[in-house]
């Protein structure tokens, strides 16, 4: 089992859609999570960051997070093509200190 | 705020050359972070201080990389001698504590031939 879990996709949303990707973490001492934004050929950008269980909403992002299923969520309203990137789930503070997943290739189209 | 700067940007070499990245953090930012990413994979932490301790070198191939953080500022990554399977965007983060917020920079790709 892979620590951090991601769909590689391609995950494919039609323009203005709500885009939802999820990522499954294997350790339970985990106490942040991340979400990047890597375009290709640049280096990941921080999305949001999430620490205890529930939402948190910033703009048109929103990052869910439930510790007892250890999964973790990102959706994305009003899709737009600028937001077409590989979405990199991380898990930091177990025991495995900090893990990227594999990303999801998200693709929007106009 | 200026970011996380990398240097070199790209960088060729022969197999069991010898190679080195640096990097300066964000001003004030205690932890920093080296990672290694292959296409089509999430990065792999390398390395990990905090001031200029070592707090994670556990997936760093201690045979051939090394790395420094000399004043608890900026970091040097060196590879020697490189192989093949070197060949990898190496990118460098930094945040204000362990498991905080983490800002890369713009990554040093590396081409071993």
């Known amino acids: 089992q892979k620590e951090v879990e991601q769909n590689s996709g391609p995950l494919s949303v039609p323009e203005g859609a709500i885009a939802s990707l999820n990522c499954t973490y294997s350790?339970?001492?985990?106490?942040?999570f991340f979400w990047y934004r890597q375009y290709s050929g640049k280096s990941p950008e921080l999305i949001m960051s999430i620490y205890s269980n529930g939402d948190k909403e910033d703009g048109r992002f929103t990052a869910q997070l439930n510790k007892a299923s250890q999964y973790v969520s990102l959706l994305i309203r009003d899709s737009q093509p600028s937001d077409s990137a590989t979405y990199l789930c991380a898990a930091a503070g177990g025991a495995q200190k900090l893990v990227f997943g594999q990303g999801t290739r998200l693709t929007i189209n106009p | 705020e200026a970011g996380v700067a990398q240097s070199p940007r790209y960088k060729i070499i022969e197999k069991r050359q010898s190679v080195a990245f640096w990097c300066n953090p964000i001003s004030g930012h205690a932890t920093l972070y080296w990672y290694q990413q292959i296409l089509g994979q999430g990065p792999k932490l390398l390395i990990q201080?905090?001031?200029?301790?070592?707090?994670?070198d556990s997936q760093l191939p201690k045979d051939r990389f090394s790395a420094e953080r000399l004043k608890g500022v900026d970091s040097t990554l060196k590879i020697q001698p490189a192989k093949l399977e070197d060949s990898a965007v190496y990118l460098c983060a930094s945040s204000a504590r362990p498991f905080y917020e983490q800002y890369f920079g713009p990554g040093t790709r590396l081409t071993v031939t």
């Open positions: 350790d339970r001492g985990s106490q942040s």
């Open positions: 201080f905090q001031n200029n301790g070592v707090v994670d």
